[in-house]
């Protein structure tokens, strides 16, 4: 379905761009044109939101003001920042992360975990990269701690053409001798996002008892991130149930299936499913939500925007999001705050 059509879809259903467009306008919201503002001299920073026992509502987003005001602006208590080559323990000093912890308060959000996915193959074939990556990742959580974060995220690594059990053994004794002294001294969770690629090999319900069952510590558990297991027809919401006492963290995403498509190309064909925003995927957040607040989650649940159709190509290293992007994260917040208390400033 073209833009053109899909928008032509959404007008018949009364949720039309052009009505977006203009909700997204009115006084008192963010439109096009308008960013954030910085405080100035005479204008207060604004709070940052105090710790609740619900989950917080984030955004995923690499690191600078702008995009730090715009997700406080929009109404999310924090964010979920991405190591990356300029934002990481070998990049910053002591006192420029302390002017990150200071842009984090004067924008009103947390800094609620970082994100350490590519690069930290915990259980590489290679035993020097391996020994390499761990002493990396582990500087990674000191670096999440300095920031104040509860959680660090990663893969969980992978060998190509070894067993799941193989793999599993491999990340158990990784976490169990090298990372658990460090996430109990530091008071850390981490875990996995279930993300299906070659550096990520416990994505499925089994693998996932594959290695808890070598963990007897709660600190290492999930980011959890239903819209994966969609796409590979399991059910999230009962896996999210069976892994309740793991799931340290949560990715928002949804995922949208084209049966047109499907019929004619196969599961192993493409174009026959896509990432969409909370809300517009196949995904029952209210039945989703309901089990991680029944299991008493407190952590970050955090806008993974990955929606073509919310966004504007080529805009990734600008300094603020695209008015198209804004919009997408603004209307995931404004799908996921039906079911959630939201800031409590």
Known sequence: MSKVERRRF??????????????????????????????GPDVPAPDVPGPTKYPKLSIITPYTAEKLRFAASAGYEGVVVPVTDTFGPEHLSDSQIDQVL????????RIISIECMWGYNHIARDAAQRRDNQ?????????????????????SGG???????????????AFNEQYQPVCDKLDLNTGWENYPTETNFATTPAAWEAVFSRVPSPRLGLEFDPSHLVRQYIDPIRAAWEMQPR?????????????????QVGIH??????????GQGLIDWPAFITVLLQAGFAGGIAVEHEDEFWDKSNTENQPDFPQERKDGFILAHRFLSMYLPGRMD
Not at 159 to 173: F, P, R, V
Not at 269 to 278: F, Q, S, V
């Open 135 to 155: 002493a990396r990742f582990i500087r990674a959580l000191e670096f999440g701690h300095r920031l104040g974060c509860k959680f660090v995220g990663t893969f």
């Open 159 to 173: 060998m190509a053409g070894a067993s799941m059990e193989d793999q599993a053994k491999a990340l158990a004794d």
């Open 247 to 263: 799931i340290h963290a949560v990715h928002a995403k949804d995922t949208e299936i084209t049966k047109p498509v499907l019929q």
């Open 10 to 39: 959404l007008k018949a259903a009364g949720v039309s761009a052009a009505g977006v467009s203009a909700a997204l306008h009115a006084p008192g919201v963010l439109g096009a044109g308008l960013s954030a503002p910085s405080p």
């Open 102 to 109: 200071a842009t984090a308060r004067e924008a009103g959000v």
């Open 269 to 278: 064909g493409k174009g026959w499913w896509r990432y969409r925003i909370p």
